[in-house]
T-cell receptor, first 117, second 115 residues
């Protein structure tokens, strides 16, 4: 089945620095990818929809200047957490569907656990 | 707007007990329904999905779910749980043919299976 790979799996950074998370579709081209955030013991909350070749669509309450999304190619979307603070510590997950299949489930990356100290 | 409600926040069962996790959704049209599982420290994995046809769907690891349209429900079941089923379970919904729209997730149910 289609695979989505996310890197890194975990990262620890100092407050004020920026962190980039990559999401790749390994055997299909994804014109659209989704970025979620998961707080401990809570569900996945959609942050933004990443569109190849155009601007990302952010959900209400998500700061677009803080969470920069770049979907520069059909197999890669990146999420950059800029000027990270401890409250940004969370589990970030990307997702994509295989557009070759009309009705299919979403595939998820392994997730990135971000800890800001 | 779509929404998904999972009734149980945390379920604790003994091994071999039967499991049923509730899921109700709110959506105005035809839907695709999913159950995902997240084992500790791992990423989300698809357990089963419903797109059309037989409303009783069988998934991996002995799980099944039944789509009851009149009740807007898609409950997950397993006749006999194992310790290895300890995980977080998420119900999700998506509108039919919505290839470029995200899934909407429930808040999840934590299942703890004790030996």
């Amino acid at each position: 089945g289609a695979v989505v790979s996310q890197h890194p799996s975990w990262v620890i950074c100092k407050s004020g620095t920026s962190v980039k998370i990559e999401c790749r579709s390994l055997d299909f081209q994804a014109t659209t990818m989704f970025w979620y955030r998961q707080f401990p013991k809570q569900s996945l909350m959609l942050m933004a929809t990443s569109n190849e070749g155009s601007k990302a669509t952010y959900e209400q309450g998500v700061e677009k200047d803080k969470f920069l999304i770049n979907h520069a190619s059909l197999t890669l979307s990146t999420l950059t957490v800029t000027s990270a603070h401890p409250e940004d510590s969370s589990f970030y997950i990307c997702s994509a569907r295989d557009p070759r299949q009309e009705n299919t489930e979403a595939f998820f990356g392994q997730g990135t656990r971000l800890t800001v100290v | 707007a779509q929404s998904v409600s999972q009734h149980n926040h945390h379920v604790i069962l003994s091994e071999a007990a039967s499991l049923e996790l509730g899921c109700n959704y709110s959506y105005g049209g035809t839907v695709n329904l999913f159950w995902y599982v997240q084992y500790p420290g791992q990423h989300l994995q698809l357990l089963l999905k419903y797109f059309s046809g037989d409303p009783l769907v069988k998934g991996i690891k002995g799980f099944e779910a039944e789509f009851i349209k009149s009740k807007f429900s898609f409950n997950l079941r397993k006749p006999s749980v194992q310790w290895s089923d300890t995980a977080e379970y998420f119900c999700a919904v998506n509108g039919l043919f919505s290839g470029n729209t995200p899934l909407v997730f429930g808040k999840g149910t934590r299942l703890s299976v004790i030996a």
